[in-house]
Nanobody, 122 residues
Framework: QVQLVESGGGLVQAGDSLRLSCAAS????????MGWFRQAPGKEREFVACINWSGESTYYADSVQGRFTISRDNAKNTVYLQMNSLKPEDTAVYYC???????????????WGQGTQVTVSS
């Protein structure tokens, strides 16, 4: 079992930056692929980014490529999402997830956090 707790969300203006953190506890953090997903009001949850166990391999949704950076610190059991050049369309609840496969598909992630709200004003 893995427990995930996100933090770092908030209200920012377009063009600003924000860094989300996801602290993990329970089983060995470095065993897991970590992902970030988001859900905007009235929309389905969508993939944002993922990172493999070592941090050497990352993958991003086209909508955030070049603006967001996912990273992890296995010593701190934490995964991060650095978000730059934020846009109003980035407004969503952001969730971190732990799984066994670096994929965009939710079904391969077994553990989820409770989410943190990010709101970007224009």
């Amino acid at each position: 079992q893995v427990q995930l707790v996100e933090s770092g969300g908030g209200l920012v203006q377009a063009g600003d930056s924000l860094r989300l953190s996801c602290a993990a506890s329970g089983r060995t953090f470095s065993d897991y692929v970590m992902g970030w997903f988001r859900q905007a009001p009235g929309k389905e949850r969508e993939f944002v980014a993922c990172i493999n166990w070592s941090g050497e391999s990352t993958y991003y949704a086209d909508s955030v490529q070049g603006r967001f950076t996912i990273s992890r610190d296995n010593a701190k059991n934490t995964v991060y999402l650095q978000m730059n050049s934020l846009k109003p369309e980035d407004t969503a609840v952001y969730y971190c997830a732990a799984g066994n496969l670096a994929t965009v598909h939710e079904r391969h992630y077994n553990y989820w956090g409770q989410g943190t709200q990010v709101t970007v004003s224009s």
